[in-house]
């Protein structure tokens, strides 16, 4: 049984950071996409981080130079690095993963639609 622990939430001024972490059990990163998602009030659910079953990561372009995400694959964590936090990165971030190798890049784009396991969520507040 897949399950996703997200932490690291929480409030920053404009320019911080915070790190998120995603702790995940019943799956092996080898065999899974992973990724990052968030949605802020009244908009759709966007992806912000992919990282696919061979390791290699593609971001948003709104948060690429700013986020970083890694993994820790003895310890099955996935981690974001959020810097220079802008008031628009406001949303609650979850952590996702996906066993279909084929389809799971084409559904980070639409927001992970198809995608089969989630996290809780973390909520990141950068205010205005």
């Known amino acids: 049984q897949v399950q996703l622990v997200e932490s690291g939430g929480g409030s920053v001024q404009t320019g911080g950071s915070l790190r998120l972490s995603c702790a995940a059990s019943g799956l092996t990163f080898s065999s899974y996409c992973m990724g990052w998602f968030r949605q802020a009030p009244g908009k759709e659910r966007e992806g912000v981080v992919l990282?696919?079953?061979?390791?290699?990561?593609r971001y948003r372009p709104s948060v690429k130079g700013r986020f970083i995400a890694s993994q820790d694959n003895v310890n099955r964590t996935l981690y974001l690095q959020m810097n220079t936090l802008q008031p628009e990165d406001t949303a609650t971030y979850y952590c996702?993963?996906?066993?279909?190798?084929?389809?799971?890049?084409?559904?980070?784009?639409?927001?992970?639609?198809?995608?089969?396991?989630w996290g809780q969520g973390t909520q990141v507040t950068v205010p205005s």
């Open positions: 996702a993963a996906e066993s279909n190798g084929v389809s799971c890049a084409t559904d980070f784009f639409v927001g992970g639609r198809h995608w089969n396991y």
């Open positions: 990282v696919l079953s061979d390791g290699s990561i």
